[in-house]
């Protein structure tokens, strides 16, 4: 585990982490009891946060990732500074693999993404450590006007 103030100050970690424990408490989890918050730091200092939101019928549930990516672009952001997450359990919770190609499309190769614990910091990882040799917007230049 990893004191929170040992990271970047500019990456804010603290405050992402205070952010995303407080609305994986109101995840609706009723089928996996995976509670799941997430924050965004973006590229302007603004921090927008999100939890998982199940659905009975799976596939329309929504991870916290893609819904603070969504209040991002709401509030006229589009550019992901840092990425963190908190999931329970023992093992390091990452992004899911559709949450890694969303995280993507508004970040940078070298964009740091936080995997967190109740306790603190578990893995730091880069989005191109989490999504080598990914696909984005630079890959469809030229071909989208």
Known sequence: MSDLTTHPAEHRVPELFAAAREVQARA????????VGAAILTSRGRIYACC????????????AEAGAISMMIAGGDDSI???LTICDGDEVGT????CRQRVREFSSPT???????PD???????MDGLL???FGPDNLRGFVK
């Not at 992004?95 to 559709?98: A, D, E, L, R, S």
């Open 132 to 134: 080598p040799v990914s």
């Open 111 to 117: 964009t740091a993404i936080y995997a967190c614990g």
């Open 120 to 126: 603190g910091v578990r893995a730091v990882f880069t």
């Open 52 to 63: 998982n939101v199940e659905n009975a019928a799976y596939p329309v549930s929504t991870c």
């Open 95 to 98: 992004c899911c693999g559709g």
């Open 28 to 35: 609706y989890a009723p089928y996996s009891h995976f509670h």
């Open 81 to 83: 500074a840092a990425v």
